[in-house]
Nanobody, 117 residues
Framework: QVQLVESGGGLVQAGGSLRLSCVASGRTNSIRAMGWFRQAPGKEREFVAAITWSGRSPSYADSVKGRFTISRDNVKNTVYLQMNSLKPEDTAVYYC??????????WGQGTQVTVSS
């Protein structure tokens, strides 16, 4: 089992920045990639960004390219999502997820990000 704990959400004005953190514990050797997803009220959960557990091959949703950066700290077993130039449409609960050899199958509890206009 892998446990994931997100933090770093909050309320920010449009154009501001936040950095989300996701700490992984437990069977971290089962992790192949980590991803950030978000879910706004009344909408489906959507992909935001992902990175391999080795820290390679970051990928992003088109809606956040150039504004968000995903990174990983090997020592701390932590994945970060640096979010700049935030927009009101970025408002959502942000979740980190773990992917092994299949699809994403472990999730954190989520952290709320609210961007005011």
């Amino acid at each position: 089992q892998v446990q994931l704990v997100e933090s770093g959400g909050g309320l920010v004005q449009a154009g501001g920045s936040l950095r989300l953190s996701c700490v992984a514990s437990g069977r971290t050797n089962s992790i192949r990639a980590m991803g950030w997803f978000r879910q706004a009220p009344g909408k489906e959960r959507e992909f935001v960004a992902a990175i391999t557990w080795s820290g390679r091959s970051p990928s992003y949703a088109d809606s956040v390219k150039g504004r968000f950066t995903i990174s990983r700290d090997n020592v701390k077993n932590t994945v970060y999502l640096q979010m700049n130039s935030l927009k009101p449409e970025d408002t959502a609960v942000y979740y980190c997820g773990r992917r092994g050899f299949g699809d994403y199958d472990s999730w954190g509890q989520g952290t709320q990000v609210t961007v005011s206009s």
